[in-house]
């Protein structure tokens, strides 16, 4: 089942929305088995990327690449082997967590069962709940378990964390570390820079639809420069990813 | 967790996905009362307004005079009528009133009757009232006649209205149950979603008919047996024909649905579009009262109109007794309407 090559491969990807250039000739590689973070500011081209990515977008050109196949060319093979959670996906609400589970499931050849997927995201109590009575963290840890619930060999995370309590976030960095534990990759978007610090092995900083920094997490910490921050920063004793962020992309507010 | 597990049939995505659409349908109380009580709702209310009560008795008003009592006591004899008796002032405010049709005003010399000949049941009155003012003088009728009543199942407003609701009923849901559906699946991302799955398009459409025919079978045979057992609504055509009928119609108007969802992405915005479908055939497509009302140069449009068909054919077998053949003409236009909605919906159906 395994192919050679990398996870994921994105070469010289462009699409505009009229006038609107929201992907300019971005570069992306993951390697097999990465936890791979796409940092930017709103509307840098991350989610257009990351859908591109999913087979949901299609590119006005460029080369991608998902485990080694294209999406022109084997739609199907693909979506079988990769679990997406979107941005703004809301579950059907009169479901419950093992209908919308056991629904998703039967989408797929090569998959968990029910109950391993309700344990990997810990909802074992929440089984027969209708998921309109779920917190945003159980919904969330839902979202996660219907990617993977097809067996993924590559999750797509677009946010996964935003507007959770530190509760949820912390249990869904568990979660996607034992998945990354088991050998397999994670792209994922977030605007949290000590996410990205702690679950990620790269990331790649994409602003303007560009990337513009690139490489390991801990690397690109090291190489910041703290004297050329942008005043009124605190100075530290060492620079974190969120100087590395605001030192490339600037201090300027950005709107969706 | 390989590959050659062997599927149940409630493992099957067309299986999961019907069933998901119908525990999402009964676990919204509103739309379970809207599809199965609100159509029972208005056919008792319209079968008990409308029932058949036998035309009103006229009533007749005597004006009180000094030679009025053996008028009074004619009219009294007879059944068909209702008699008072009124001084001056207070039978003209009868009349003007409409408490009775027409005044009679006794003469030594013969009666006079007073009425407004405008009114529609003034003329049956004072004919009523001089037959029995006649009669109750001594005339008799030349020639003997007798009645003989029927009162026939099919004639009456309930017969007409409740194939009508029947058919309303087919187009809302069939437009509603589709349209928010799939509206809804796209304004919260969930269309987006299963398409990053392996889902097959086809099986996701399918999945919405599949569910429509439980909710048929089961909406169509509330209203009908409603009908049937409790008005007496007749049921004379071949139940395999109206089963035709009904299947034919909701599967054309699951099409028009699916049309009109095929690409709003707001229910604000769908359901505005579905009202200005439905509204005018509600009007023009003879549920409550014949659409042979409006001017025949409408007529075509009416006829090519659905839900015109639908509740032609339903009206055609139910009270006529007529059979498939009997229904072809309006089976066609659904058949029409159908395969026309549901090829454009799919080419201009938004998945994201």
Sequence with gaps: MMTEGPALLVRDLRKAYGDVVAVDGLDLEVARGECFGLLGPNGAGKTTTIEICEGLLSADSGTVRVLGLDWGKEPDALKERLGVQLQDTKLAEKLTVAETLRMFRSFYRQRKTVDEVIALVELGEKRESRVGSLSGGQKQRLAIACALVGDPEILFLDEPTTGLDPQSRRSLWDLITRFRESGRTIVLTTHYMDEAEKLCDRVAIVDHGKVIAEGKTNELIESVDLSHLPPPEPRRTSATLEDVFVSLTGRTLRDE | ?352
């Design chain 2, 1 to 352: 967790m390989s590959e050659q597990e062997r599927r149940a049939l409630t493992d099957h995505p067309l299986y999961q996905m019907t069933l998901t659409r119908f525990l999402g349908f009964i676990r919204e109380p509103e739309a379970v009362f809207w599809t199965f009580v609100f159509p029972i709702l208005m056919a008792a209310g319209l079968g008990l307004a409308f029932r058949q009560r036998g035309p009103d008795k006229p009533h007749v008003g005597v004006v009180k005079s000094a030679s009025s009592a053996a008028t009074l006591a004619s009219l009294r004899k007879d059944t068909t009528l209702i008699a008072e008796s009124y001084d001056d002032s207070a039978a003209l405010r009868a009349l003007r009133t409409g408490k009775v049709a027409v005044l009679v005003k006794s003469f030594p010399a013969g009666v006079r009757y007073i009425y407004d000949p405008a009114r529609g049941d003034a003329a049956t009155a004072r004919l009523v009232a001089n037959r029995a003012v006649q009669k109750g003088a001594g005339s008799v009728d030349v020639i003997a006649t007798t009645d003989s009543y029927i009162s026939e199942k099919g004639s009456r407003y309930i017969d007409f209205v409740v194939p009508g609701l029947l058919g309303m009923n087919l187009m809302g849901s069939g437009i509603w149950g589709l349209g928010f559906a799939i509206v809804t699946a796209r304004n919260q991302k969930l269309l987006k979603r299963y398409m990053a799955t392996p889902m097959k398009r086809s099986q996701y459409l399918l999945s919405f008919l599949l569910s429509r025919l439980v909710f048929l079978v089961l909406e169509v045979l509330t209203l009908l047996l409603f009908g049937h057992y409790v008005f007496g609504v007749p049921l004379r055509g071949s139940v395999f024909a109206l089963s035709a009928i009904c299947l034919l119609a909701a599967f054309s108007f699951s099409a028009l649905g699916l049309l009109i969802a095929s690409r709003a992405t707001t229910t604000e915005g769908v359901s505005g579009l579905m009202n200005f479908i439905m509204l005018p055939m509600w009007i023009l497509s003879g549920v409550f009262f014949s659409s042979a009302n409006f001017p025949s140069v409408a007529q075509p449009f009416i006829k090519a109109l659905p839900l015109t068909a639908a509740n032609d054919a339903l009206r055609a077998n139910m009270l006529e007794g007529a059979n498939l053949a009997g229904v072809a003409p309006e089976m066609l236009v659904l058949v029409v309407w159908m395969v026309l909605s549901f090829a454009l919906a799919l080419r201009i159906f938004r998945w994201r």
